[in-house]
């Protein structure tokens, strides 16, 4: 009777240790996440750009279903493919990288289904204006990192934005207003 007493104490402990657990924090991988950006070009065609640099944090508490995404563009590091058109579209009718270097992505929370992240609510600020939007995640993982043999998450998330919001109208409407943002990432458990 003591063992079959004390085996239900030991295992009510582990439950509420779970329970108590703290969440995971991973480090974004700046080498396999490249935000992109996609438009309409005069209706030609669709012009697609990404940037080279990001950094950030994401915490994830998956058996709480709650969780927490930081990221940083820095919006120097645009490429469009084209050295020239890099340059242009820095400048102030644009990203005004001068005054603005870099685009903020700050959760206001994340949303799960099982567990999944799905969604991810918060606030996108570009060249100092700060909207709300909600990035749908359209595909996520988490396990160990075959390589780095550290548990890794991965996620795509994308939006949609109207670039005259954010004071970066020019051209606007025959170059598309509305921008599809996506952020690939892939992040390293702390």
């Known amino acids: 009777m003591k063992k079959l007493a004390l085996t239900a104490i030991f295992a009510a402990s582990l439950t509420s240790a779970a329970a108590f657990a703290a969440p995971d ?14 438009y309409s070009h005069f209706g030609y065609s669709t012009q697609l750009s990404r940037f080279d640099t990001i950094t950030g944090k994401i915490t994830l508490d998956r058996a709480a279903k709650t969780g927490s995404v930081d990221v940083v563009i820095d919006a120097t590091s645009v490429n469009t493919g ?15 990288t001068a005054k603005y270097p ?9 949303k799960f289904d ?7 609510d918060g606030n996108l600020t570009v060249k100092g204006v700060t909207k ?7 595909s996520f993982l988490c396990m160990p990192h ?14 949609k934005i109207k670039r005259t919001e954010f004071n970066a109208g020019k051209y606007a409407p025959y170059v598309g207003d509305e921008v599809t943002l ?8 702390e």
């Not at 870099?102 to 994340?110: G, N, R």
């Not at 709300?132 to 359209?138: K, Q, S």
């Open 182 to 189: 996506t952020i690939p990432v892939e992040a390293i458990k």
């Open 132 to 138: 709300p939007v909600t990035l749908t995640v359209l």
């Open 114 to 120: 099982g567990d999944k992240v799905v969604a991810v």
């Open 102 to 110: 870099t685009i903020t992505f700050k959760s206001s929370s994340v």
């Open 82 to 96: 084209y050295p020239l058109f890099n340059t242009h579209i820095q400048d102030v009718d644009f990203f005004d």
């Open 146 to 159: 075959p390589m780095l043999k550290k548990d890794a998450c991965g996620a795509t998330a994308t939006t």
């Open 25 to 38: 924090t991973y480090i974004i991988d700046g080498n396999h996440s490249k935000p992109r950006f996609e």
